[in-house]
């Protein structure tokens, strides 16, 4: 048990002081030297993460973007996904997943999620194929597995019902990059990667950023056009409708310097999450989530307990000055935007109760053994008290 006053640093959601002193001077001589060329578009350090991202997650192409929504909707684009056309996505994600299928003019199909891994439950995908196949009105043309909280998605399994049904896939690892699953890097688990740089991602930029990772050079080619609006050989060539999403060469400088650490960041998620596994670990009322190998973006319990709602433990937890989050309160087929579909997912029981019993304690690698024992502390009696 901590003692009553023990003095440590405030706990935080996201320590990005912390960050900053353990990369030292590297940030600001990266930040300079884009001051010193002054290519802010497109310049050499944009090529040189796109290397650096390519290599690490093992993959041919890195095409780096504006935004991690626009690596989901470039990638929809380049495989020509419109008007008529099925897109699955999990209920219980960030609404940019399916928001960028919908703005394309094709419709997002809820699929549900699993209780223990919060990702794409198969089954329900399955499910949700064959009623738009008998349906017959729309074509099933891609999923988009969701590696929710850092934990990459069940992609074995997914990929075997795509290649069933003729399905591509799509990864959404706008919270996972940095995992890996069974040794292969997330970037390389699905046919193209959509990942995010906002700042609280686990590789997260001072600013808007984003990437797709793809071996498929074809794939590649498209989408270096289409984020230049649509350019040929030539940058006045229109020769398709594009967008303009290129990520600013300040934030790929910033990128880079962060890349110095994200190993050991990584790493340091790891062990803040087994810390409070182990020390959650038989707390009746509360569920952990597993511990296979995350870029634990966030780590969410799930609160079970009988009489202590998840609102009733996050003001507790409040109360003793340790910050939660809820990721997130709605699922998408209950959202406004969503639920005038035909595809609202009455099937996605599991999504719209993890709305309400989901809620995610301070997680960064700079968050050390002292201050996680005060969380654990905190939760056991916080949750006992109910
Ligand atoms: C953050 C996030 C996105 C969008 O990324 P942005 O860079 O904010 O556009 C998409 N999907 C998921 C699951 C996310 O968490």
Same mark, same amino acid.
């Given at each position: 048990m901590s003692e009553p006053g023990e003095r440590t640093a405030p706990i935080v959601m996201l320590d990005l002081d912390a960050q900053q002193r353990a990369i030292g001077p590297v940030m600001g001589e990266r930040i300079a030297q884009v001051l010193a060329h002054g290519k802010f578009i497109l310049g050499p350090e944009v090529q040189e993460l796109e290397e650096a991202l390519a290599q690490r997650a093992g993959v041919r192409h890195v095409i780096t973007c504006a935004n991690g929504t626009d690596a989901l909707q470039l990638i929809l684009m380049a495989w020509g996904v419109g008007p008529g056309d099925a897109v699955f996505v999990p209920s219980f994600t960030f609404t940019a997943t399916? *928001? #960028?299928?919908?703005?394309?003019?094709?419709?997002?199909?809820f699929c549900d999620v699993r209780e223990d891994t919060f990702n794409l439950d198969v089954e329900s995908l399955e499910r949700e194929v064959v009623k738009v196949l008998e349906d017959g009105? /729309?074509?099933?043309?891609?999923?988009?597995?969701?590696?929710?909280?850092? /934990?990459?998605?069940?992609?074995?399994?997914?990929?075997?019902?795509? @290649?069933?049904?003729?399905?591509? #896939?799509?990864? @959404?690892?706008?919270?996972?990059?940095?995992?890996?699953?069974?040794?292969?890097? #997330?970037?390389?688990?699905? *046919?193209?990667?959509?990942?995010?740089?906002?700042?609280?991602?686990?590789?997260?930029?001072?600013?808007?950023?984003?990437?797709?990772?793809? @071996?498929?050079?074809?794939?590649a080619e498209l989408l270096r056009s289409i984020r230049v609006h649509g350019k040929g050989t030539d940058k006045y060539d229109t020769v398709r409708l594009g967008m303009n999403s290129r990520l600013d060469t300040l934030q790929a400088a910033v990128l880079l310097a962060k890349l110095t650490v994200f190993d050991e960041e990584i790493a340091g998620r790891q062990e803040v999450a087994a810390r409070y596994s182990?020390?959650? *670990?038989?707390? &009746?009322?509360?569920?952990?989530?597993?511990? @296979?190998? &995350?870029?634990?973006?966030?780590?969410?319990?799930r609160v079970t307990h009988p009489s202590t709602s998840r609102d009733e433990l996050g003001s507790r937890l409040a109360a003793a000055g340790i910050p939660t989050a809820v990721y997130y309160p709605r699922a998408l087929h209950d959202q406004p935007a969503f639920s005038g579909s035909d595809w609202t997912a009455p099937d996605a029981a599991t999504s719209t109760a993890l709305a309400s019993t989901v809620l995610s304690l301070p997680m960064h690698p700079y968050l050390d053994a002292v201050q996680s024992r005060i969380v654990v502390d905190a939760v056991r009696l916080a949750i006992a008290g109910g």
């Open positions: 399916a *928001e #960028v299928v919908a703005l394309l003019g094709a419709t997002p199909v009105r /729309l074509i099933p043309r891609a999923v988009i597995p969701v590696d929710l909280f850092g /934990l990459p998605a069940d992609y074995g399994r997914i990929q075997a019902v795509a @290649d069933k049904y003729r399905l591509r #896939v799509l990864a @959404d690892a706008a919270q996972s990059f940095g995992a890996d699953s069974d040794g292969t890097a #997330v970037g390389a688990l699905a *046919e193209a990667t959509a990942t995010s740089f906002f700042p609280a991602k686990p590789l997260g930029c001072y600013g808007d950023g984003g990437a797709v990772f793809t @071996d498929d050079d074809d794939l182990d020390g959650l *670990e038989g707390v &009746s009322g509360i569920a952990t989530p597993p511990r @296979d190998a &995350s870029a634990w973006a966030q780590y969410t319990l």
